[in-house]
């Protein structure tokens, strides 16, 4: 039987991991397109055609031919598709969509704009670091102090609103940020990375194209 997901993304995107991790914890394989951002292939037609955005990453269901932008929206279908993660209820799958949008809002943009300028892939002055840097510690406070007491973000149980965030806290190190600092983000970390089927970014995501295992 063809594996029903296509994954195009690069290696280095926070948001195809994101995506990546949730099929994988999902138990679906999935093929694996490594789209060439350092030579601008994701903004040319053949790439233009299915996202819309000139971004990655893009999932295709070939199930139905549906073709899905942005990680957010592509994790709330994955949920609704397989069954999963999707919260136990409506009250959590809207608490989820919560922190999701909180993600992007405040952690995902300090974090992730933080970790380009220290890799060097950004030019930014000192300044923007430093702004980035105060924006996402202040975040991971937000996130610590909720997770005191609590095993996952919603609920009892993981929910897409866990592998999201998840996707972004995994680069925080890149980004120059101290998790020993935030004990209750250290303890979820374990828990994630102890669940069955987890890979890290590494392993998950090659720097090439690769079919389904």
């Known amino acids: 039987m063809a594996t029903r997901f296509e994954l195009h993304g690069i290696a280095f995107s926070g948001p ?4 990546g991790l949730l099929l994988t914890l999902a138990g679906e394989p999935f093929d694996y ?14 790439h233009l055609s ?3 955005y000139g971004q990655v990453p893009l999932l295709i269901d070939r199930n139905n031919g549906r073709h899905l932008c942005q990680s957010a929206a592509i994790m709330e279908y994955l949920a609704d598709m397989t069954g999963k993660f999707g919260g ?8 989820a969509r919560e922190w999701m949008y909180w993600d992007f809002d405040r952690l995902a943009s300090n974090v992730y704009r933080a970790r380009t300028i220290k890799l060097g892939i950004r030019a930014a002055g000192p300044e923007v670091l430093e702004f980035s840097q105060a924006g996402g510690n202040a975040a991971l406070k937000v ?4 997770l005191a007491g609590r095993n996952w973000i919603v609920g009892e149980g993981v929910t897409i ?6 996707g972004v806290v995994a680069f925080a190190d890149d980004g120059g940020f101290d998790l020993g600092a935030y004990p209750g ?5 374990k828990r994630v990375e102890a669940l069955p089927g987890f890979k890290g970014r590494k392993d998950l995501l090659p720097m090439e194209s690769r079919a389904a295992a």
């Not at 195809?16 to 995506?19: A, D, G, I, L, R």
């Open 16 to 19: 195809t991991y994101k995506v």
């Open 33 to 46: 397109v490594h789209v060439n951002m350092m030579q601008g292939e994701h903004k040319q037609p053949p």
């Open 50 to 52: 299915k996202q819309r």
């Open 88 to 95: 136990a209820n409506l009250d959590e799958r809207l608490q």
């Open 143 to 146: 996130l610590d102090e909720h």
């Open 161 to 166: 609103a866990d592998i999201d965030v998840y």
């Open 185 to 189: 983000i250290q303890a979820w970390v």
